[in-house]
Structure formats: C-alpha cells, structure tokens
C-alpha cells in the first residue's frame, strides 16, 4: 500500500514552461479582486491607488513571502499529498469535503472569531478548495502552481491589514466579505463545470497506464 502513496517529488516544486503565463497572471487576478472588493465596500479608488504607488514594494514582499512560506508549506500537504491520496479511495466530491474540513481545522482559531471575520474566510477557504481541485485536474500535480495560487489569495489581506490606520478597518473587513464572495462564486462555477467527474477517483500516471491523462491525472469510476 505505501509504494502506492502519491509521493512528494522536487520536480514538483518545479515551475512548469507551458504554465509561465499563469503563474504570472495569477497574483494580478488576485489583486483585482482585491481592488474591486475595496472599491465596492466603499473605500476610495484613489485612496486604493495611491497607497499602492507608495508601498508597492511592500506588495511584492507580502507576496513572494506567502508564495514561499504558506503556500509552499502548506500546499506540499493539502493538494500535495493529501488530496491526491484520499481521492485514490473516495469520490473527488468527498475528497474536496475532507480536505476542506482538514484545511480549516488546521486553522481552528479563526473559528472562534466573530462572524464579520469568519464567515468571509469560510467563504474564502471554501472557493480555494474547489478552486485548488480544479487546478490539480486541469493542469497536474505541480505544487509551485498550488502554492502561487494559495499565496496570491493571501497575500493583499495582509498587505491591507498592514497599512495602519490608512483605510478604516471596518471598510477593509467589509472589502474582505466581498472578496469571499467573489472566490466562493468562483468556485461554485468551476464545481458546476467539474459535476461530470465529482464521483470519480484519482489513478496516478504509470509507464503501463496508458489512459492516463496528459497532466498526469487520470480518472477511474467509483
């Protein structure tokens, strides 16, 4: 059973060529989301605009840092390794259930938080598991990818929420309501768009399996 375990490989942590664009495109998307969220919860376009011109660099650090320490780190281990392994023995649907239960235990203080906080990050964290499970479908196993995407949710919430008393904090917490919004929308369209593979289960690429998918995810029914 264990050599059939979805093993953690450095190519995995590898940029992929054809991905290159996506990687780079990724952190704007999210930023966008991020800016208009802000415009809509009230907070002044030029407000946005001119904080950003001024601590950009600022920007760039919270990113790279979220990429490299969260999202590597984490990553490696929810789509990394467990995702791949529990869709082995249950249905992609269950999977995405239990791995989303898993991620937001891992993240149990949050929970005791009043609702103004929690639930945008229930909403948040649920588009990203479906978000993430559609990636590792469409494009393979490539934690570099996972990690770009789980940072660039991360990373203008803490750039925001470190720019003191220069937009007012309930803006910002009305902004990130409705960002959770937008990705939770997000994910339910990208689960509408999978509801043909939901109960189907991960069988890992092999030289003799030659069903197997190009991205390296083929698909046996449950």
Do not use: C
Not at 92 to 104: A, D, R, S
């Amino acid at each position: 059973m264990r050599a059939n375990k979805e093993k953690i490989e450095l190519k995995r942590f590898l940029p992929k060529r054809d991905l290159k664009y996506i990687y780079l495109l990724i952190p704007l998307l999210s930023l966008g989301i991020s800016v208009i969220s802000m415009i809509l919860a009230g907070i002044s376009t030029d407000l946005i605009l001119g904080v950003l011109q001024n601590n950009w660099e600022q920007l760039i650090i919270h990113l790279f840092l979220q990429i490299l320490i969260i999202g590597m780190g984490e990553e490696t281990g929810w789509r990394g390794w467990l995702l791949p392994n529990v869709n082995k023995r249950y249905s992609l649907l269950k999977t995405m259930f239990f791995v989303l239960m898993i991620w937001t235990l891992w993240h149990f203080p949050i929970l005791f938080e009043s609702s103004e906080i929690l639930i945008p990050w229930l909403l948040v964290i649920t588009g990203a598991t479906i978000i993430l499970t559609w990636v590792w479908k469409k494009f393979g196993n490539n934690i570099l990818l996972f990690a770009v995407i789980h940072g660039s949710i991360n990373y203008p919430q803490f750039f925001w929420d470190n720019q003191g008393n220069k937009i007012e904090a309930q803006l910002l917490i009305k902004s990130w309501e409705v960002s959770g919004y937008f990705y939770f929308t997000i994910g339910i369209v990208l689960l509408i768009s999978m509801h043909k593979i939901l109960q189907t289960k991960y069988k890992p690429h092999s030289p003799g399996n030659k069903s197997s998918s190009q991205t390296g995810s083929s698909l046996i029914k449950n």
